[in-house]
């Protein structure tokens, strides 16, 4: 399979730890993104990568988020000290940034959050 | 702020019956529209997306959607839905030169019943 993969799909984890979500883009990807997805809502824009560089983050992504593409491969995105509101989806894309032109973004099944 | 609606949360309709979704966004500039779909337990999937040219897009299994430019509007349809269409369906948007990160609306679930 050569989509996007998102490791773990699920996660569990008590208030208060800290999490680490993997997510490998599509091979050759230039472009990485974050979502995250609450019950009754769309996706959620919370940062993107071009490469190695992360080059814009939402105002949703408190300092208690941090996002990481270090090689510009796979990306991780941590949460620190978990609030219940973090429980949510969180998703990934990738897309291909051909100058000029706007690439599909392609998606990840998603890690599922639930804080306790 | 860009901000996409979608008017309709939960659809129900019969096989053969046809659908509309509307979707209305709030940005002056120069956007791409784009509807997705995610199917039951699968990823989000790109049904279509307008850049320019021609506002009558079409999608993949029949869909396709209109760009009206005066109304901020890129409604969904098909004539005819089938079960295999129950899906959520969520219209997005992005600014043109805006590093495509997309505004995505609160989604639509539609069920086809048989």
């Known amino acids: 399979d050569t989509g996007v993969s998102q490791d773990p799909r699920h996660k569990i984890t008590k208030r208060g730890q800290n999490v680490t979500f993997r997510c490998d883009p599509i091979s050759e990807h230039n472009r990485l993104y974050w979502y995250r997805q609450t019950l009754g809502q769309g996706p959620e824009f919370l940062t993107y990568?071009?490469?190695?560089?992360?080059?814009?983050k939402s105002r949703l992504l408190s300092d208690r988020f941090s996002a990481e593409r270090p090689k510009g491969s796979f990306s991780t995105l941590e949460i620190q000290r978990t609030e219940q509101g973090d429980s949510a989806m969180y998703l990934c894309?990738?897309?291909?940034?051909?100058?000029?032109?706007?690439?599909?973004?392609?998606f990840g099944p998603g890690t599922r959050l639930t804080v306790l | 702020a860009q901000s996409v609606s979608q008017h309709n949360h939960h659809v129900i309709l019969s096989e053969a019956a046809s659908l509309e979704l509307g979707c209305n966004y709030s940005y002056g500039g120069t956007v791409n529209l784009f509807w997705y779909v995610q199917y039951p337990g699968q990823h989000l999937q790109l049904l279509l997306k307008?850049?320019?040219?021609?506002?009558l897009v079409k999608g993949i299994k029949g869909f396709e959607a209109e760009f009206i430019k005066s109304k901020f509007s890129f409604n969904l349809r098909k004539p005819s839905v089938q079960w295999s269409d129950t899906a959520e369906y969520f219209c997005a948007v992005n600014l043109s030169g805006g590093g495509n990160k997309l505004t995505f609306g609160t989604g639509t679930q539609l069920k086809v019943e048989l």
């Open positions: 307008y850049f320019s040219g021609d506002p």
């Open positions: 990568f071009q490469n190695e560089a992360q080059l814009e």
């Open positions: 894309a990738s897309s291909y940034r051909l100058a000029g032109g706007y690439n599909e973004q392609f």
